[in-house]
C-alpha cells in the first residue's frame, strides 16, 4: 500500500508532463487552422481562442514539475514551504475567480469560468505532485496550513522580503512571485491575483512564444546545433585561440535558431567546452567563454528576451529584432575580441568529440573522433562544406524577419513559418527525437508562460502603489536617464530572472527613460541579460557549471563580462546601430 500510494505522485507529474505536450500540440494546431482559415477564406471561428485557452493551460500544467523537483539540503524546507504556500495561494484564488466569473465565450459557448477550474486543479495536482519528495512534505503542509489562515495584509517591503527569501532557497521565480504578492497584495484579493494572472496570459502575441521554443527544440533534434558549431569553427580556423572565437560565432548563429540563451549556454557547454580545455583553455575560461557567449541568441533575432520587452512595452517585435540584430552584431564583436586576446595554453595530444549521440563528452583517454568538420587544433583542417549548416538557420531568419518587417506575416505567423521550416529540416530525426522535442518545448513553454502570468499581479501591484520610476532616475538629458536606468537593470539582473524582470521593469522604466523607445528598450533588456554572469543568481553561469562540473567560472567571466558592457556602453551612446537601423528595413 505504501508503495502504491508513494507512486501517486510520480504519476501526477508525468500525467501533467503529456498534458502539457497535448496543450503544445493544440495550441500548435489551432493556430495553424487560424492561419489556414484566413488564408483560404475557410468557415472556421475560434480557432484563435482555442489556441489562448491551450497557452493559459500550459502556464499552470507545469505547475507539478516545479513543485516536485528534487531539491535537497537544509533551504529545502523552507523553499517546500513557500511554493506551497504559492500553491494553495493559486488554487484558492483561481477556485474563488471561477466562481465569480460568469458568462461563456460568445465563439465556443464555453463557460469563462473553465478556465480557472483548470488552473486550479493544476495547482491541486501540483501540490499532490510535491509529496514525492518525503523531505518537502511537512513544508508544503505548513505552507498549505499558512495560505488557509486569514493574515491581515502586509506592507509593499514584506512582499520583497518573501520574494528575497523565496529566491535564495531557489523556489521558481514565478511562485516566488506568487508568494511576495500574495503577503503583499496591495488592493488584490485572491481572485483578484488570480484574474490578473490571467489577465497576464491573454496577449495574442505571447503566443509566438512557444511557437519559436518549439521551433529551436525541432532545429536542435535534427542536429543543427552541432552544424553550426562545425560552421563557426571554420570561420576562426588557423589560429590558436580558434575553439574560443568559433564559441562565440557559433552562439551568434544559434541565435537564428533558438532565441534562447539557456539553451545555448547548454549546447555549448555539451559541444565545445570539452573540445576547448583539450586544446590547450583552462576548464574555467572555456566555461566562462561559453557562458558569455550565450548572452548573444537572446538578443539576436528572434529573441524571446526582445519579443517579452516588446508585449510588455506595446512595441512592434519586427522594430525590436531588427534592431536586436545591430545590438548583437557589436556585442559579438567586443566579445570576440576579448576572447581573440586571451591568452591559450599548450594544447593536449588528444582532442576529445564535442559530440557524441548520447549528449556526453568523452574523456580524451576514450579517444573519440571529432564531429565531421569541426574546428581540432591538432587534426586537419575544417573545410567549407561545414558551411551548408547555416543554411537552416539562414533561411529561417531570412523568412521571418523578412515577413515581418515587410508586413506580409505578424509574429504569431513568423512562429508557425519557423515551427514549419524548422520541423522540414528536423524531420529526418525520426519520431522519437521529434517528440521528444515537443516535450521539452512544452516544459519550456509552460514555465515562461506561468513566469508572464504570475508577473502581471506585480505590475498591477506597483502600479496602484503610487511609486513612480521617473523619481529613481535623475533629470537632465535622456541619455543621462537612460545611463541611470542601465545601472538599475544591470543591478536588478545580477538577482532576478530576465523574464521576470523584463515583465517587471520594462513597463516601468522604458516610459520613464523617455525618448527613442525602440534604443532604450533594447539597452535595458541588454543590461538585464548581462545579470546572467553575474552571482547570486548568474543563471547562464549556472548551466554551463551544472553541465561541466567546473569551478572558478564567476571570476573567469570578469574579462568577458567587461567586454559585453563596453559593447553595451557603445550601444547607448550610438543609438544608430539599434533603432536607427529599425528605420532603415
Not at 501526477?12 to 482559415?37: D, I, P, R, W
Not at 523565496?166 to 503577503?183: D, F, M, Q, Y
Not at 543543427?224 to 590558436?240: H, K, T
Not at 534562447?260 to 590547450?280: E, N, Q, T, W, Y
Request: glycine share 12%; aromatic share 4%.
Amino acid at each position: 500500500m505504501r508503495a502504491g500510494a508513494a507512486r501517486i505522485p510520480g504519476g501526477v507529474e508525468a500525467a501533467a508532463n503529456v498534458a502539457a505536450t497535448l496543450l503544445l500540440a493544440v495550441l500548435v494546431a489551432a493556430l495553424s487552422l487560424n492561419v489556414a482559415a484566413r488564408v483560404f477564406d475557410l468557415p472556421v471561428v475560434g480557432a484563435a481562442l482555442v489556441a489562448g485557452w491551450a497557452f493559459g493551460a500550459l502556464a499552470f500544467a507545469t505547475l507539478p514539475t516545479l513543485l516536485a523537483s528534487d531539491e535537497s539540503g537544509p533551504r529545502a524546507g523552507l523553499a517546500a514551504l513557500i511554493a506551497g504556500f504559492a500553491a494553495a495561494t493559486l488554487a484558492a484564488g483561481l477556485a474563488d475567480a471561477a466562481g465569480r466569473v460568469g458568462g461563456v465565450e460568445p465563439v465556443l459557448a464555453i463557460p469563462r469560468a473553465w478556465r480557472y477550474v483548470v488552473g486550479a486543479g493544476f495547482a491541486v495536482l501540483a501540490l499532490v505532485a510535491a509529496l514525492r519528495r518525503p523531505s518537502a512534505v511537512a513544508g508544503i503542509a505548513v505552507g498549505v496550513a499558512i495560505s488557509l489562515v486569514p493574515i491581515p495584509p502586509q506592507g509593499p517591503l514584506a512582499g520583497v522580503a518573501v520574494f528575497a527569501v523565496a529566491l535564495w532557497v531557489r523556489v521558481p521565480v514565478a511562485l516566488a512571485l506568487v508568494a511576495g504578492v500574495a503577503v503583499a497584495p496591495g488592493h488584490l484579493s485572491e481572485a483578484a491575483l488570480a484574474q490578473n494572472l490571467m489577465r497576464g496570459l491573454s496577449p495574442y502575441v505571447l503566443l509566438a512564444i512557444p511557437l519559436f521554443i518549439l521551433s529551436a527544440a525541432l532545429m536542435l533534434a535534427g542536429g543543427i546545433g552541432e552544424r553550426l558549431v562545425a560552421a563557426a569553427g571554420w570561420f576562426a580556423r588557423r589560429r590558436r585561440s580558434a575553439l574560443g572565437e568559433a564559441n562565440v560565432f557559433a552562439s551568434a548563429l544559434f541565435g537564428g535558431v533558438s532565441g534562447s540563451s539557456i539553451a545555448d549556454a547548454a549546447l555549448g557547454a555539451r559541444l565545445l567546452v570539452p573540445a576547448m580545455v583539450a586544446a590547450g583553455y583552462p576548464a574555467a575560461r572555456a566555461a566562462a567563454i561559453t557562458a558569455a557567449s550565450a548572452v548573444l541568441p537572446n538578443i539576436l533575432p528572434p529573441s524571446i528576451a526582445l519579443l517579452l520587452a516588446a508585449a510588455s512595452t506595446d512595441q512592434s517585435v519586427g522594430a525590436l529584432w531588427v534592431a536586436g540584430l545591430g545590438a548583437g552584431v557589436v556585442l559579438a564583436a567586443t566579445l570576440w575580441f576579448a576572447v581573440r586576446i586571451t591568452p591559450v595554453g599548450a594544447p593536449s595530444c588528444l582532442i576529445p568529440s564535442p559530440a557524441r549521440a548520447d549528449g556526453s563528452a568523452p574523456s580524451p583517454a576514450a579517444g573519440a573522433a571529432p564531429v565531421s568538420g569541426s574546428p581540432e587544433p591538432n587534426g586537419p583542417p575544417a573545410t567549407p562544406h561545414v558551411l551548408w549548416g547555416l543554411l537552416p538557420p539562414l533561411a529561417i531568419a531570412v523568412a521571418v524577419l523578412g515577413g515581418l518587417r515587410l508586413g506580409l506575416v505578424t509574429s504569431v505567423e513568423a512562429g508557425l513559418l519557423a515551427v514549419a521550416m524548422s520541423a522540414l529540416f528536423a524531420v529526418r530525426a525520426g519520431a522519437g527525437p521529434l517528440l521528444a522535442a515537443l516535450r521539452d518545448a512544452a516544459r519550456q513553454s509552460g514555465r515562461v508562460a506561468l513566469l508572464i502570468g504570475a508577473a502581471a499581479p506585480v505590475g498591477f501591484v506597483f502600479a496602484t502603489s503610487g511609486l513612480d520610476a521617473a523619481t529613481f532616475l535623475p533629470d537632465g538629458p535622456v541619455w543621462v536617464a537612460l545611463v541611470a536606468a542601465t545601472g538599475i537593470a544591470l543591478l536588478i539582473g545580477t538577482v532576478l530572472d530576465v523574464g521576470a524582470a523584463i515583465l517587471l521593469l520594462m513597463p516601468v522604466l522604458v516610459p520613464a527613460v523617455g525618448g527613442d523607445m525602440i534604443h532604450a528598450t533594447v539597452v535595458l533588456t541588454v543590461a538585464l541579460l548581462l545579470g546572467g554572469l553575474t552571482p547570486p543568481v548568474g543563471i547562464l553561469v549556472l548551466v554551463v557549471k551544472d553541465v561541466t562540473q567546473m569551478k572558478g567560472v564567476y571570476v573567469a567571466v570578469l574579462p568577458y563580462l567587461i567586454a559585453l558592457i563596453a559593447g553595451l556602453g557603445v550601444l547607448i551612446a550610438l543609438p544608430a546601430l539599434t533603432s536607427g537601423l529599425a528605420g532603415l528595413v
